[in-house]
């Protein structure tokens, strides 16, 4: 159904969001929209698995309750964050695979935040997930 939206993009894709209960993100400027909650693609058989031997750097953390997606946003999100070799196979939207000896399971990646300098060589992403419970969807 067509939708007029009006006045700053991102306070009218935050309106949607809030009053279709969706989440909203602009990668590689194309717009993508997914239910809250909900990954980009859940294809868990396709999922990235994150582990010591694929690039994980640190030990990953729990964060309990300090991830939400802006600041309109009431839901606090438990998940881990973690940081890893840059790989452009983890992005935001996805399903992980965390595979660690502190913390296994499932996730959807929240956000990337990538830094690195020629000069030193340490390329790394920091990556935030929220916890998803896995679906059989094969």
Known sequence: FPVTIYGALKEA????????????RIDKDVLYI??????????????????PSSGLIEIPYYV???ITRSKDDAVKKQGVQFTMLI???????????LEDTEIEGWFKVDSVRYSGSWRN??????VAC?????????
């Open 13 to 24: 894709l935050n309106k949607l969001s809030r009053t279709y209960e969706v989440e909203w």
């Open 34 to 51: 997914n239910d809250k909650d909900r990954a980009e693609n859940e294809n868990f058989a396709e999922a990235y698995v994150i582990s």
């Open 64 to 66: 309990s309750g300090d």
């Open 87 to 97: 790989n452009p196979d983890v992005y935001a939207g996805q399903i992980i695979k």
């Open 121 to 126: 060589g340490s390329w790394i992403q920091d």
């Open 130 to 138: 929220s916890a998803i419970e896995k679906v059989n969807k094969l």
